[in-house]
């Protein structure tokens, strides 16, 4: 069946640094890639989405490419704020109303 | 417009008793679902509907847990009896999707957190 790795957490990093969090998945066909995010309290919302091969997601200053060759989705930003201290989870759904299959989710923590 | 509502967002049992959640999706959303997420884990399915009808609950244990959707509209989850290993938040999200050739965001609310001792 469908499956999404994605790096172990917890990560910590001070602000202003770079951030990647990788993940991979193993999927039949031409699924959806998403990421999630959790913050503090608070439910799961979409943070960005691509849906076919090369095209790339972008919200809030993060950014993921859907990469076929590698089965790849990796999140970047390239300046993290204390704010983005949450819990991210990669995810893949099909076309046809198909439920979610996330990934184990990376804790994020900035410090000041 | 409003999100998806979930009550209780707290709950602590015994094992061996049972205990039920509400999730009223957003107004209009056709598709409902419940996920399992256990600590440290990503959000599993249990049960998939769409309208009043189940589409998929392959991975709902159905010994001890069940679900309906009366009416299409809101929904309640209920495990009985409760095993420790069912702590964990459960999480409902809606969507419009009705089927087709796209893929439709889901909506998630804020959850149910449940200890089991």
């Known amino acids: 069946g469908d499956s999404v790795t994605q790096m172990e957490g917890p990560v910590t990093l001070s602000e202003e640094a770079f951030l990647t969090i990788n993940c991979t998945y193993t999927a039949t066909g031409y699924p959806s890639l998403f990421w999630y995010v959790q913050y503090p309290g608070e439910g799961l919302q979409l943070l960005l989405k691509?849906?076919?091969?090369?095209d790339k997601g972008s919200n809030k200053g993060f950014e993921a490419t859907y990469r076929k060759e590698t089965t790849s989705f990796h999140l970047e930003k390239g300046s993290v704020q204390v704010s983005d201290s949450a819990v991210y989870f990669c995810a893949l759904d099909h076309s046809g109303n198909t439920p979610l299959v996330f990934g184990k989710g990376t804790r994020l923590s900035v410090i000041a | 417009e409003a999100g998806v509502a979930q009550s209780p967002r707290y709950k602590i049992i015994e094992k061996r008793q049972s205990v039920a959640f509400w999730c009223n999706p957003i107004s209009g959303h056709a598709t409902l679902y419940w996920y399992q997420q256990i600590l440290g884990q990503g959000p599993k399915l249990l049960i998939q509907f769409q309208n009043n009808g189940v589409v998929d609950d392959s991975q709902l244990p159905k010994d001890r847990f069940s679900a309906e959707r009366l009416k299409g509209v809101d929904s309640t989850l209920k495990i009985q009896p409760a095993k420790l290993e069912d702590s964990a938040v459960y999480l409902c999200a809606s969507s419009l999707g009705t089927g087709g050739l796209r893929s439709y965001e889901q909506y998630f609310g804020p959850g149910t957190r449940l200890t089991v001792t």
């Open positions: 691509a849906t076919k091969a090369d």
